[in-house]
């Protein structure tokens, strides 16, 4: 079979091994980059690299900042006696875009899950406590995903936080707006049912 | 809205840019691309800017080629006496992989249509006029796609080439191996129909 010429295999190597990038889209992808203005080539593999190095954890909250604290802990508006603690940074712009909310955050970088290996020691679980035992924080907020690692999570910390005397609470689950009831899953309608609010 | 921070949002910028990128696919990239190792990442820099600096035309064919003549001209065992007329370089490689030709190669680099300001000039057709001029060549292959543009410019080339004395053919056109009839487009099979070859 005809092989690629060297440099253009290895960008299809390269570019092969990013989530989502199968072969074909990452071949597509190779013929497209030789095809760019060498300009916008230099500028994609300087995003990249920038990106990598310039990219750090917040000291506070870890969730992703450019500075030592991230802009939300350093922005003086924010109700610094809630704290929501998230599993990804990109669940912090999820948040942030509801605009519903205006404390802080704490991203713990991943959920339970024993089968992965992925013990209390490997989230970001420790500098929770040690934030909260500055006293300032009121309430706890646990947004962590709704699936079986994200509840286990949510019900571990939920334990931990007890003899601390913070408010420790859980985002909703129901039915999303908007949605059918005719097209919800049985499980989202039984949260939903549980957790029905008196009028 | 949550912004996000500014080395993020570049490369997210730029990753989108790219063909078949949409900004949610763009946005997993870059989350993804802060999370691998630093290495990998220049790595991934260096073969974006490698494929663009060190990929050039073969001076012969105009296929992608890491040298001043790509290795399927440089190849004495192939039949200098055919040409096989492609549209991209990407249709080399399919035909290589057919492993059904031993010929040599010329790649127009896009097809005829007007529409999209794309004329004969724009094309290598020029360069394979002065290939044919050398004489070596007995039959020009003309592979462009099946589709408007590339229909039209092998029907161009056709033209052209009927004065100079070589064997001009084009690819056939027929049911695809292993496709049921029953499926097959109604162009495909008149095609398949009209193409038909006596046993």
Same mark, same amino acid.
């Given at each position: 079979?005809?092989?690629?010429?060297?440099?253009?295999?290895?960008?299809?190597?390269?570019?092969?091994?990013?989530p *989502?990038?199968?072969?074909?889209?990452?071949?597509?992808?190779?013929?497209? +980059?030789?095809?760019?203005?060498?300009?916008?080539?230099?500028?994609?593999?300087?995003?990249?690299?920038?990106?990598?190095?310039?990219?750090?954890?917040?000291?506070?909250?870890?969730n992703?900042?450019?500075?030592?604290?991230?802009?939300?802990?350093?922005?003086?508006?924010?109700?610094?006696?809630? +704290?929501?603690?998230?599993?990804?940074?990109?669940?912090?712009? &999820?948040?942030?875009?509801?605009? *519903?909310?205006?404390?802080?955050?704490?991203?713990?970088?991943?959920?339970?899950s024993?089968?992965?290996?992925?013990?209390?020691?490997?989230?970001? +679980?420790?500098?929770?406590?040690?934030?909260?035992?500055?006293?300032?924080?009121?309430?706890?907020?646990?947004?962590?995903?709704?699936?079986?690692?994200?509840?286990?999570?949510? &019900?571990?910390? &939920?334990?931990?936080?007890?003899?601390?005397g913070?408010?420790?609470?859980?985002? &909703?689950?129901?039915?999303?707006?908007?949605?059918?009831?005719?097209?919800?899953?049985?499980?989202?309608?039984?949260?939903?049912?549980?957790?029905?609010?008196?009028?």
């Open positions: 079979m005809a092989r690629l010429i060297r440099p253009l295999a290895n960008l299809h190597e390269q570019l092969r091994r990013l *989502g990038i199968g072969s074909k889209t990452a071949l597509r992808l190779a013929y497209h +980059i030789i095809n760019m203005p060498a300009e916008d080539v230099q500028r994609l593999a300087a995003a990249l690299v920038e990106a990598k190095t310039k990219v750090c954890l917040c000291r506070t909250c870890y992703l900042s450019d500075t030592p604290e991230c802009s939300i802990c350093a922005d003086p508006a924010r109700d610094k006696s809630t +704290i929501c603690v998230v599993e990804q940074p990109q669940d912090v712009m &999820a948040m942030e875009r509801s605009r *519903g909310y205006k404390g802080l955050y704490h991203v713990l970088h991943g959920a339970l024993p089968l992965d290996g992925i013990g209390p020691d490997n989230l970001r +679980i420790k500098e929770l406590l040690r934030r909260l035992q500055q006293g300032e924080v009121k309430e706890v907020i646990l947004a962590t995903n709704s699936n079986v690692e994200g509840e286990a999570t949510a &019900a571990y910390l &939920a334990q931990l936080l007890k003899p601390l913070v408010v420790t609470s859980r985002i &909703a689950h129901g039915l999303p707006v908007g949605g059918d009831l005719e097209y919800a899953d049985e499980l989202t309608l039984a949260r939903a049912l549980e957790n029905r609010l008196r009028l």
